[in-house]
């Protein structure tokens, strides 16, 4: 889902979504996960934020939206 790189580089599957407040709600995420597309808990609004979360140009937030392109 993520991974941080010599401690300078947040790498994310897509984005940051508007659920998570920090790094240590993605260490929290107990594994292994099973993916629940309904987000009925806040770990699962985590997951899915930071799974399906597509980054939006001049936005002041980064929420997630449909991607036309994506099956």
Not at 36 to 51: A, F, I, M
Request: hydrophobic share 35%; glycine share 4%.
């Amino acid at each position: 889902m993520a991974a941080v790189v010599t401690d300078t580089i947040f790498c994310v599957h897509s984005g940051i979504g508007s659920t998570l407040k920090n790094i240590d709600e993605i260490r929290q995420i107990k594994r292994p996960l099973e993916i629940n597309y309904d987000g009925s808990t806040k770990e699962q609004k985590v997951v899915l934020d930071l799974l399906w979360s597509d980054p939006v140009l001049n936005d002041s937030e980064n929420t997630n939206r449909i991607n036309e392109n994506r099956d």
